[in-house]
């Protein structure tokens, strides 16, 4: 009888163990096998809450990676300026803009220097190189040019094909109606580069009979407009 019970108790405890060992191999083999499907969802976007979080830090590697790239380019991008030239020949002024759509005048321009040759003053004449507007001459991207007052007022802005932009800061005796003279730092500049000619020029900008040298030095400053103004600043160096 004793022996009996004792081999059903042991029957019962051998039963107790397989059957506990088995759950706890299932229970491991289920949790791998939810591993490997989370991973894989994880790649397909369909990732638990959980997984979300590594996936989003995965992208945020990537778009780091994208972003240093992208600032990669952006420092071997041109940048224009006055003091970096830019490689190749820098637009122009007379193709940059319809200036069909400003208004025309023709006139007879000339050129003239701060110098005895031209103003009567020498270069220690306390009044050497200063214009009627109270300015100082300026061969630039926007140039200090002379008129008749009357016809175009001190601050006029006028587009001159050839010269680039002038602004009227100064008047002459013999700078009567649609005549214009023309800023040059040499006389050599006015023979080579200009001379005397009849064309047409465009008013950009009507003055009001005032010029500062901040104006003046914020025209040519203007940041926009540097790559034109390399072609002005290099006419000035030949």
Known sequence: MNKTIKRILMSVLFCIAVFTTFQTLSGIKVKAATVDVEIENSYNGQAGADDNRTYHNNSYKSLDISLKSLNHIDTIATKISSSNPVKGNPPKLEDAFNWSEYPKVTVTATGYTAGVESTGKYANDPEYGITFSGVKVKRDLYSTIAADLNVFPIGTILFIPGYGYGVVADKG????????????????????????????????????????????????????????????????KE
């Open 173 to 236: 005796g013999a700078i009567q109606g649609n005549r214009l003279d023309l800023y040059y730092e040499t006389v050599d500049d006015v023979y080579q580069q200009w001379g005397k000619k009849t064309l047409d020029v465009y008013v950009v900008q009507k003055g009001e009979g005032k010029l500062t040298e901040k104006e003046l030095s914020e025209l040519n400053d203007n940041k926009k407009m540097q790559v034109f103004r390399q072609q002005y600043v290099k006419m000035k």
